[in-house]
């Protein structure tokens, strides 16, 4: 959970600084964190 808010905390900062590359690269680096977690949760599971 921590490392979740600390994400959510660096894309608040991106977007309060109105870089537009960085707030992309940020939702696309823990779109692929999130999507990570759940194979390995799914694999983990099974």
């Known amino acids: 959970m921590k490392r ?3 994400g ?3 894309l ?3 977007s ?3 870089s537009e590359r960085m707030k ?3 939702k696309m680096v823990v779109t692929i ?3 990570g ?3 390995y949760n799914y694999c ?3």
Do not use: D, H, W
Request: aromatic share 12%; net charge positive; hydrophobic share 45%.
């Open 44 to 46: 983990y599971a099974a």
């Open 33 to 35: 964190i999130q999507e």
């Open 8 to 10: 959510y905390f660096s």
């Open 24 to 26: 992309k690269l940020t």
């Open 16 to 18: 309060a600084k109105g």
């Open 4 to 6: 979740t808010r600390i």
């Open 37 to 39: 977690l759940l194979v």
């Open 12 to 14: 608040n900062a991106s």
